[in-house]
């Protein structure tokens, strides 16, 4: 997502020895600084007349994705306002500096009472903002300022996203419905509709050098445990990935999914989730069955772990754990050893899908769906552990990708609140980012 940029300015009072003001002020920047925020910078601001207006001039010089309004002592309430209002319509952090201790007394600049001076006025006027403070004699809530920023710029990609999408409400799912207009205004993401016509007529124009060399690049370090499947079967499933990838990078998608159990499967003869875990290995969320919610929740974990993603199903609940996997999909970064794929070619349709061995770990799995009011999100974590030996119903071994999820909450709790078949997940815990993105 590249480096977070943050809009800063410190406000207090003239009444207060403005000199050590702007040494707190500089004492908090470099805390920010050295967290991997780049500053977008003024002088802080100690009066109501002509410091308000250099403030705003010097903060709209750049861009930036979120505010940090450093509390650093009581404040003139007409100048803070002034300059916070031209934001409105940005994230901000109204930030409460902790004092600090010199000799044996504690020395307070009453930045506590400058910020609760603030904060309700804030959530009356509408500002989407998150308070925050640190002890005196502390290091400032980096970590919460970083995490609440993350979702700010995650936000603002979303206004500028497009998702592509072959078809549409695959095998007639009523989890994977979506509004699209409903979509762009309330949370960003464009959807263009691709035609199978236009992937198929891509895929059969690809130069035969260029899938040679990408079919030998993909498959090297591959393993077959039940026999190398026949060489076009392999060659059909590079081009599709090939054709998709680019389709992707011509359209700048951020995220993309097939109608694949009646469409890509069904129509074209091959199996997509080979095709499809390349597409997520290449750094674009791709989901089954023109689930755009829970595309859009893979979007926002990939935006703010910068990390691949990937989407899991439900295949069995226990009360203490749940059994998620994919039917022969997995990105490169979830694979634990080597890829491992196998032939599942039938009397129908010629492919081949992982049985790869998925990672264990700290997991957090999420998934948006519409609901009356707007959208909902539906948000877990837990501990990923080794799976059973298992089989889909009429599917020979080894097991497709999968992993033996223990939730922090009751398997009982997870299902009561359960939106869809699929998740959206990724390794690592990014609940408060995800809350955030949510509240923004």
């Not at 904060?119 to 998150?130: D, H």
């Not at 990672?359 to 552990?385: F, N, P, Q």
């Not at 390794?427 to 809350?435: S, T």
Request: hydrophobic share 40%.
């Amino acid at each position: 997502m590249g480096k977070l940029k943050a809009g800063y300015v410190a406000f207090g009072t003239q009444y207060y020895e403005p000199s050590r003001l702007k040494e707190i002020s500089a004492r908090a920047e470099k805390q920010l600084i050295e967290a991997g925020i780049e500053l977008v910078k003024t002088d802080p601001v100690f009066g109501e007349d002509k410091e308000p207006e250099r403030a705003i001039k010097e903060l709209k010089a750049k861009e930036w994705d979120f505010l940090i309004a450093n509390i650093v002592n009581w404040v003139e309430i007409r100048g803070v306002t002034r300059v916070l209002l031209e934001f409105h319509d940005k994230p901000i952090v109204l930030y409460s500096f902790g004092g600090f201790t010199e000799g044996d007394t504690l020395i307070s600049p009453a930045a506590g009472a400058g910020s609760t001076a603030l904060r309700y006025p804030l959530e009356q006027w509408g500002f989407k903002f998150k308070y925050l403070f640190n002890a005196p004699d502390s290091p400032m809530d980096v970590d919460a300022i970083v995490k609440f920023g993350r979702a700010s710029a995650v936000i603002k990609k979303l206004r500028y996203a497009r998702i592509g999408m072959v078809g549409f409400n695959d095998m007639g799912l009523y989890t994977t419905g979506f509004n699209a207009t409903r979509l762009r205004r309330e949370i960003g993401p464009e959807i263009e509709s691709i035609d199978m016509l236009q992937l198929k007529n891509l895929m059969d124009s690809l130069d035969s050098n260029e899938v040679k060399n990408e079919t030998e690049r993909i498959t090297k370090d591959w393993e077959y445990p039940l026999g190398k499947p026949e060489d076009e079967v392999i060659e059909k499933a590079v081009r599709l990935y090939m054709a998709t990838l680019r389709i992707c990078k011509e359209k700048n998608f951020s995220g993309f999914s097939y109608k694949c159990v009646d469409g890509i499967d069904l129509e074209m003869g091959l199996i997509h989730a080979v095709p499809a875990s390349l597409v997520a290995s290449a750094g674009i969320p791709y989901i089954d069955e023109n689930d755009v919610g829970n595309l859009v929740a893979e979007m926002m974990l990939h935006w703010i772990s910068e990390k691949q993603v990937m989407f899991l199903e439900h295949y069995e609940h226990h009360p203490d754990w749940i059994l998620l996997g994919e039917d022969g999909y997995i990105p490169n970064d979830f694979i634990d050893g080597k890829p491992r794929i196998k032939d599942v070619s039938t009397v129908l349709l010629k492919g081949i899908a992982h049985c790869s061995k998925m990672k264990t770990g700290r997991m957090t799995l999420a998934s948006l769906t519409e609901d009356k009011g707007g959208y909902r999100m539906h948000i877990v974590t837990g501990e990923a552990k080794e799976p059973p030996q298992w089989v889909e119903m009429g599917v020979p071994l080894p097991s497709w990708p999968s992993v033996k999820f223990y939730p922090d909450v009751p398997v009982r709790q997870v299902l009561d609140n359960v939106l869809s078949q699929h998740f959206a997940a990724v390794y690592g815990d990014y609940v408060e980012e995800l809350v955030n993105i949510c509240y923004l």
